[in-house]
């Protein structure tokens, strides 16, 4: 299989901390790493993409010195929100896409994270 | 912009009715997937069809593509209230692009 996990599941925070959660693919080697978020009840909205090794691409509207995605590994990628604020508040899944020919079209997602912000 | 629509937006059946959710796109593609999403979790991968296919099928799913039309449809045989769900199409334009995500179909089964 392809096992995508994340931590934490859902975290609180106060306004102005700031918060990492890590994503990780289990048991295979992910060359690139996507973050996504998603509000409630909408689909999921882009915010990143991440290969191993080299800086994120942030979507167009994503502030990269607010979410600082680190990529050091095949196997890990984290997703700092800085000085978080309550419009922070969301439900962020992350996905991985195996390295290797001809495996570029699925991926595969954690369970995501979901982010309170007092 | 979402590149993917679907239709409808909200569906609730009964369990052993079959289940049928459209998706439509706007620009061409070469593959569409669809995933399920259990409320609060993260999406599982359900199946892929390639533009050059028309019908794939997996267990209890049936997906069509027609990409004269520029739509796809997900079937779900003699539903089950397991498959209580969101259900989103995504699209890539090219083998290995980002993939887009539609709005999503909410369906409920019913028992």
């Known amino acids: 299989g392809a096992v995508v996990s994340q931590h934490p599941s859902r975290v609180i925070c106060k306004s102005g901390t700031s918060v990492k959660i890590e994503c990780r693919s289990l048991d295979f080697q992910a060359t690139t790493m996507f973050w996504y978020r998603q509000f409630p009840k909408q689909s999921l909205m882009l915010m990143a993409t991440s290969n191993e090794g080299s800086k994120a691409t942030y979507e167009q509207g994503v502030e990269k010195d607010k979410f600082l995605i680190n990529h050091a590994s095949l196997t890990l990628s984290t997703l700092t929100v800085t000085s978080a604020h309550p419009e922070d508040s969301s439900f962020y899944i992350c996905?991985?896409?195996?390295?290797?020919?001809?495996?570029?079209?699925?991926?595969?997602f954690g369970p995501g994270t979901r982010l309170t912000v007092l | 912009s979402q590149q993917g629509e679907e239709d409808p937006q909200a569906l609730s059946i009964q369990e052993g009715e079959n289940a049928t959710m459209n998706c439509s796109y706007k620009?061409?593609?070469?593959?569409l997937q669809w995933y399920r999403q259990n409320s609060g979790r993260g999406l599982v991968h359900l199946i892929l069809?390639?533009?050059?296919?028309r019908e794939k099928h997996s267990g209890r799913l049936r997906v069509t593509l027609d990409t004269s039309k520029k739509s796809s449809s997900l079937l779900i045989t003699a539903s089950r209230a397991a498959d209580t769900a969101s259900y989103f199409c995504?699209?890539?334009?090219?083998?290995?692009?980002?993939?887009?995500f539609g709005e999503g179909t909410q369906l409920t089964v019913n028992p």
């Open positions: 996905s991985a896409r195996k390295a290797g020919n001809g495996s570029t079209d699925t991926q595969y």
């Open positions: 620009t061409s593609i070469n593959n």
């Open positions: 069809i390639r533009s050059n296919e």
């Open positions: 995504a699209t890539r334009k090219t083998s290995g692009s980002r993939l887009t």
